[in-house]
C-alpha cells in the first residue's frame, strides 16, 4: 500500500495575529507565544494520526513552501516563537514525525534564504585561498538536490531548532526557489515552489529594466530573475515587520483591502493621524496629511493587485498567465538544463502564495500532455467577512510520487460547513490513483481528530475575522 513519503504545506504565517497558527489570548488580539495555539495543537494531532497510518516505519519529509515565518508583518521575535511551538509538536522527543525538513522561503520570508545563502558563501570564502579566483554569489540552487549534502542549511530556523538538546545535530535544509523530487528512473517527477513568481509584482526590478532597455536580453533562468530582483523582495517583504509603525499602518491596510469605502476613510484617518504625529519642520499638517494619504494610497494600490485580494476564482487570469510564463520558461530551462534536455514523462507542481487551495490537470507548453498542479492555500484570516475561496491545504505524497491534497478547511459563515476532505487533479473520467483511494478511506471527517479539527479551526476564523474589525474599527 502506498504511504506518505512527504508532506507539503505553506503560508502558515507564523507571528502574524491572524494566523490561525498563532495563540491569541482570550477575548482579545495579543497573542500569547509561550503555548501553541489550539488550531496548532489540533492540526498536528491529525497529521499524527495520518503519518500513524503508513505501514513502513520510514518517516516523511516536511516541505515549507514559504510564507512559513512572517516577516513583512510581524517582528523576528514573534515569529520564532510561533515557529518553535509548531516544532515541539512535530518533533517531540522519541515521537518525531519527520526524518528531514526542506525549507523553500517565500517573499515574506526570502530574508531566511538570504541570511543562508550568505552564511553558505563565507563558508566557500573560507575555503578559498588567498589570490584564488573566486565565484560570483549565487542566488539559487539546483532543483533536483533532495539528497545533495551541499544544500545549505536555513541557518535561522536550524539554529532554533537545535537549542534543543536531543536536536542538537538536526538540520533544517534550504532551497530557492525551487525543489524538485525525482523518481529512480528519472521519469517522474514533482516540483515545490512558494509562487511569488506567478505574479508580475515580485519581478519588478526585471520589469523595469525592460522598460528602460527594451532591447537587452530577457533573464531566461531562475538565477538571473533572483539575481536581478532578491533586492527588491527582501526590502519590501522580509522588512516590514521590523519597520514600528509604518509596518502596523500598512498591516492594517492589508486587512482592510476587500472593502473599497472602508478603505478610503481608513487611509484618511491613517493620513491625518501620521501628520499629527511626525510634524516636518516647514510643512503644516494638511500637506503632511496628503503626502502620507498619496503614500497609503500607493501601498494599497500595490496589495490590492495581489491574487489572494482577487476571490472570483481560484487562479486569476492574470496570475494563470504568470504561472505559465514562469513553468514554461524558468522553471522549463532549470529542468533542462539539470536533466540534459529529458523531460521527465509525468510531472505535478506545487505552490502555494495565493491563500486559495485548488487542484486542477494543465497543459504546459513542452511539458507532459497533463501536469498535475496543486495549491496549498494558506492559514491566515485576511477579511471580516468570510472568503469561500481561501482555505488551507496540505499536499501529500507517496513514494511513488503520486500526489493528494488533503483540504483542512476553506472560510464559511457556518461552522458546520467546515469539514476535512481529500482531494486530486485529475481530468474527467480519469481514474483516482491508488494514493488518493488509500488516503480517502483512511480520513474520518466525522471522527476525531478530524471532526475535532474542523470545530476548533471554524471558531478560530471566526474570531480572527472580528478581531480585524476592532482593529479597523480603532483606527478609523
Same mark, same amino acid.
Given at each position: 500500500?502506498?504511504?506518505?513519503?512527504?508532506?507539503?504545506?505553506?503560508?502558515?504565517?507564523?507571528?502574524?495575529?491572524?494566523?490561525?497558527?498563532?495563540? =491569541? @489570548?482570550?477575548?482579545?488580539?495579543?497573542?500569547? !507565544?509561550?503555548? *501553541?495555539?489550539?488550531? #496548532?495543537?489540533? &492540526? $498536528?494531532?491529525?497529521?499524527?494520526?495520518?503519518?500513524?497510518?503508513?505501514?513502513?516505519?520510514?518517516?516523511?519529509?516536511?516541505?515549507?513552501?514559504?510564507?512559513?515565518?512572517?516577516?513583512?508583518?510581524?517582528?523576528?521575535?514573534?515569529?520564532?516563537?510561533?515557529?518553535?511551538?509548531?516544532?515541539?509538536?512535530?518533533?517531540?522527543?522519541?515521537?518525531?514525525?519527520?526524518?528531514?525538513?526542506?525549507?523553500?522561503?517565500?517573499?515574506?520570508?526570502?530574508?531566511?534564504?538570504?541570511?543562508?545563502?550568505?552564511?553558505?558563501?563565507?563558508?566557500? =570564502? @573560507?575555503?578559498?585561498?588567498?589570490?584564488?579566483? !573566486?565565484?560570483? *554569489?549565487?542566488?539559487? #540552487?539546483?532543483? &533536483? $538536490?533532495?539528497?545533495?549534502?551541499?544544500?545549505?542549511?536555513?541557518?535561522?530556523?536550524?539554529?532554533?531548532?537545535?537549542?534543543?538538546?536531543?536536536?542538537?545535530?538536526?538540520?533544517?535544509?534550504?532551497?530557492?526557489?525551487?525543489?524538485?523530487?525525482?523518481?529512480?528512473?528519472?521519469?517522474?517527477?514533482?516540483?515545490?515552489?512558494?509562487?511569488?513568481?506567478?505574479?508580475?509584482?515580485?519581478?519588478?526590478?526585471?520589469?523595469?529594466?525592460?522598460?528602460?532597455?527594451?532591447?537587452?536580453?530577457?533573464?531566461?533562468?531562475?538565477?538571473?530573475?533572483?539575481?536581478?530582483?532578491?533586492?527588491?523582495?527582501?526590502?519590501?517583504?522580509?522588512?516590514?515587520?521590523?519597520?514600528?509603525? $509604518?509596518?502596523?499602518?500598512?498591516?492594517?491596510?492589508?486587512?482592510?483591502?476587500?472593502?473599497?469605502?472602508?478603505?478610503?476613510?481608513?487611509?484618511?484617518?491613517?493620513?491625518?493621524?501620521?501628520?499629527?504625529?511626525?510634524?516636518?519642520?516647514?510643512?503644516?499638517?494638511?500637506?503632511?496629511?496628503?503626502?502620507?494619504?498619496?503614500?497609503?494610497?500607493?501601498?494599497?494600490?500595490?496589495?490590492?493587485?495581489?491574487?489572494?485580494?482577487?476571490?472570483?476564482?481560484?487562479?486569476?487570469?492574470?496570475?494563470?498567465?504568470?504561472?505559465?510564463?514562469?513553468?514554461?520558461?524558468?522553471?522549463?530551462?532549470?529542468?533542462?538544463?539539470?536533466?540534459?534536455?529529458?523531460?521527465?514523462?509525468?510531472?505535478?507542481?506545487?505552490?502555494?502564495?495565493?491563500?486559495?487551495?485548488?487542484?486542477?490537470?494543465?497543459?504546459?507548453?513542452?511539458?507532459?500532455?497533463?501536469?498535475?498542479?496543486?495549491?496549498?492555500?494558506?492559514?491566515?484570516?485576511?477579511?471580516?467577512?468570510?472568503?469561500?475561496?481561501?482555505?488551507?491545504?496540505?499536499?501529500?505524497?507517496?513514494?511513488?510520487?503520486?500526489?493528494?491534497?488533503?483540504?483542512?478547511?476553506?472560510?464559511?459563515?457556518?461552522?458546520?460547513?467546515?469539514?476535512?476532505?481529500?482531494?486530486?487533479?485529475?481530468?474527467?473520467?480519469?481514474?483516482?490513483?491508488?494514493?488518493?483511494?488509500?488516503?480517502?478511506?483512511?480520513?474520518?471527517?466525522?471522527?476525531?481528530?478530524?471532526?475535532?479539527?474542523?470545530?476548533?479551526?471554524?471558531?478560530?476564523?471566526?474570531?480572527?475575522?472580528?478581531?480585524?474589525?476592532?482593529?479597523?474599527?480603532?483606527?478609523?
Amino acid at each position: 500500500m502506498p504511504d506518505i513519503s512527504y508532506i507539503c504545506m505553506s503560508d502558515m504565517h507564523l507571528g502574524e495575529e491572524d494566523s490561525l497558527f498563532i495563540n =491569541l @489570548k482570550t477575548a482579545s488580539f495579543d497573542t500569547d !507565544l509561550t503555548i *501553541p495555539s489550539p488550531t #496548532t495543537t489540533a &492540526f $498536528v494531532d491529525c497529521l499524527r494520526d495520518i503519518i500513524e497510518k503508513n505501514e513502513k516505519p520510514i518517516k516523511p519529509v516536511l516541505i515549507l513552501c514559504g510564507y512559513i515565518l512572517e516577516l513583512a508583518l510581524a517582528t523576528t521575535d514573534k515569529a520564532i516563537m510561533a515557529f518553535e511551538r509548531f516544532f515541539e509538536l512535530i518533533m517531540p522527543k522519541g515521537k518525531e514525525l519527520f526524518n528531514r525538513i526542506i525549507y523553500v522561503p517565500g517573499n515574506h520570508d526570502h530574508h531566511l534564504w538570504e541570511i543562508a545563502r550568505e552564511t553558505q558563501y563565507i563558508n566557500y =570564502l @573560507k575555503s578559498k585561498k588567498i589570490k584564488e579566483e !573566486l565565484n560570483k *554569489p549565487w542566488h539559487a #540552487t539546483n532543483l &533536483f $538536490v533532495e539528497k545533495d549534502p551541499r544544500l545549505p542549511n536555513e541557518v535561522l530556523l536550524t539554529s532554533v531548532v537545535q537549542r534543543h538538546t536531543y536536536l542538537k545535530s538536526f538540520e533544517i535544509k534550504t532551497a530557492y526557489p525551487n525543489f524538485g523530487v525525482i523518481n529512480k528512473d528519472f521519469s517522474k517527477a514533482i516540483v515545490f515552489n512558494h509562487g511569488h513568481f506567478t505574479e508580475p509584482l515580485y519581478q519588478l526590478m526585471t520589469n523595469v529594466m525592460n522598460l528602460i532597455f527594451p532591447d537587452r536580453e530577457k533573464p531566461k533562468t531562475v538565477w538571473d530573475i533572483e539575481t536581478e530582483n532578491y533586492a527588491w523582495i527582501d526590502f519590501f517583504w522580509s522588512t516590514l515587520g521590523r519597520s514600528g509603525k $509604518v509596518g502596523e499602518n500598512i498591516e492594517v491596510i492589508y486587512e482592510n483591502l476587500g472593502d473599497k469605502k472602508q478603505l478610503k476613510k481608513l487611509l484618511r484617518s491613517l493620513a491625518k493621524g501620521l501628520a499629527k504625529e511626525y510634524d516636518l519642520p516647514g510643512w503644516g499638517d494638511w500637506m503632511e496629511e496628503k503626502i502620507a494619504a498619496f503614500a497609503f494610497k500607493k501601498a494599497a494600490d500595490i496589495f490590492g493587485k495581489r491574487e489572494r485580494s482577487i476571490v472570483e476564482d481560484p487562479l486569476s487570469k492574470s496570475t494563470e498567465k504568470g504561472l505559465w510564463t514562469y513553468v514554461t520558461g524558468p522553471l522549463y530551462n532549470q529542468i533542462m538544463l539539470e536533466r540534459k534536455e529529458k523531460m521527465p514523462a509525468d510531472m505535478t507542481i506545487v505552490f502555494g502564495h495565493t491563500h486559495k487551495p485548488f487542484q486542477q490537470d494543465m497543459n504546459f507548453k513542452d511539458y507532459p500532455k497533463w501536469v498535475n498542479v496543486y495549491n496549498t492555500g494558506g492559514w491566515v484570516v485576511e477579511s471580516v467577512e468570510s472568503v469561500s475561496i481561501h482555505g488551507g491545504a496540505v499536499v501529500l505524497v507517496d513514494e511513488n510520487l503520486d500526489a493528494a491534497t488533503l483540504r483542512m478547511y476553506n472560510e464559511t459563515e457556518k461552522p458546520e460547513d467546515y469539514q476535512v476532505y481529500i482531494e486530486e487533479a485529475v481530468r474527467a473520467g480519469q481514474e483516482k490513483n491508488p494514493f488518493y483511494k488509500r488516503l480517502n478511506s483512511l480520513i474520518k471527517p466525522t471522527k476525531k481528530p478530524w471532526k475535532t479539527f474542523s470545530e476548533i479551526v471554524a471558531r478560530a476564523v471566526y474570531v480572527r475575522s472580528q478581531n480585524i474589525r476592532a482593529k479597523i474599527n480603532e483606527k478609523l
